[in-house]
Nanobody, 115 residues
């Protein structure tokens, strides 16, 4: 089965940066749209960004201009570079593979933005 393993979360001050990584296995990684979602306490899991197999990106309005999604197909890895972080970015961030039938999800990595 598909396995998605996130890393790179942690505690950062407002205005700081973090880079999340997601390594995929058990999938033909290069042909699938990948993405990142996040879920804050008491909130729904919401889209952050997606990237297609050809590198076309899409972002939530709340992160445009601050976050950058990218992928390295040779490493089966998708990244989320997060800059100018705000306290409202605090959430568990989940790696996502769209799939043709069912999506696949990672276990999540905690990002906390606080002084």
């Amino acid at each position: 089965q598909v396995q998605l393993v996130e890393s790179g979360g942690g505690l950062v001050q407002p205005g700081g940066s973090l880079r999340l990584s997601c390594v995929a296995s058990g999938t033909i990684f290069s042909i699938y749209t990948m993405g990142w979602y996040r879920q804050a306490p008491g909130k729904q899991r919401d889209l952050v960004a997606t990237i297609t197999s050809r590198g076309i990106t899409n972002y939530a309005d709340s992160v445009k201009g601050r976050f950058d999604i990218s992928r390295d197909n040779a490493k089966n890895t998708v990244y989320l570079q997060m800059n100018s972080l705000k306290p409202e970015d605090t959430a568990v961030y989940y790696c996502y593979q769209k799939g043709f039938t069912n999506p696949s999800w990672g276990q999540g990595t905690q990002v906390t933005v606080s002084s």
